[in-house]
């Protein structure tokens, strides 16, 4: 398996909502990021985990949570989001987390926010 | 901080012409230069990375450290060429920055 995979492929959700973005790959890959992508715009990324402990965190309004079980599992938890958190949601990982090594991306969770 | 800048948001050439998409960089170390590309509706996917020195799908990438520059060139473009194309650096820890990106598109 060397796939990334993320679920579910898009989501609806109310500001008051609260819900989960979930990434899971089978490749033994020890880092994990996610990143958010608005229309026509790349990727920024939002927190990278290094075997499981978050590494970096870009800053990111606390109304996005992110949890990493176990080194195959990566969660986004959602609440109390505005509209222009609308975008795409990018998981991706890579062998070590360490440079020059390539980051494999998701399909991406397109979640809109009304 | 590292920055990337890909000047050109479009590029629209013809099939069998020359194409260089160009990428610049900032970063006060020794980065590590990638380019990742996006097929219609198909995921990020990387297409090669400095290191590696290697041609990918008849794409070639050189690091010249003295202009900052990662410009990518294929000598003849194809039509399943066409994608959007993100030129990405990492600096000193796991963070992969991306630039803008350029949208190819390869006319018959």
């Known amino acids: 398996d060397t796939e990334v995979t993320q679920t579910p492929k898009h989501l609806v959700m109310g500001m008051t909502n609260k819900k989960s973005l979930k990434c899971e790959q089978h490749m033994g890959h020890r880092a994990m990021y996610w990143y958010k992508q608005k229309a026509k715009k790349p990727p920024e990324l939002m927190f990278v985990?290094?075997?499981?402990?978050?590494?970096i965190n870009e800053s990111v309004p606390s109304r996005f949570s992110p949890e990493c079980p176990n080194s195959s599992l990566l969660n986004l938890h959602l609440h109390a989001l505005q509209p222009e958190d609308s975008a795409l949601y990018l998981c991706a990982s890579s062998p070590t987390g360490t440079r020059n090594t390539e980051a494999f991306f998701g399909q991406g969770t397109r979640l809109t926010v009304v | 901080a590292q920055r990337v800048t890909q000047p050109e948001k479009l590029l629209s050439v013809f099939k069998g012409a020359p194409v260089e998409l160009k990428c610049n960089y900032s970063y006060s170390g020794s980065p590590e230069l990638f380019w990742y590309v996006q097929y219609s509706r198909q995921r990020l996917q990387l297409l090669l990375r400095?290191?590696s020195r290697e041609s990918i799908k008849g794409f070639t990438a050189d690091l010249n450290k003295g202009e900052t520059s990662f410009h990518l060139k294929k000598p003849f473009a194809q039509e399943e060429d066409s994608a959007m194309y993100y030129c990405?650096?990492?600096?000193?820890?796991?963070?992969?920055?991306f630039g803008k990106g350029t949208k190819l598109t390869v006319n018959p």
């Open positions: 400095h290191i």
């Open positions: 985990y290094s075997y499981e402990k978050l590494s």
């Open positions: 990405a650096v990492q600096g000193g820890s796991e963070k992969l920055v």
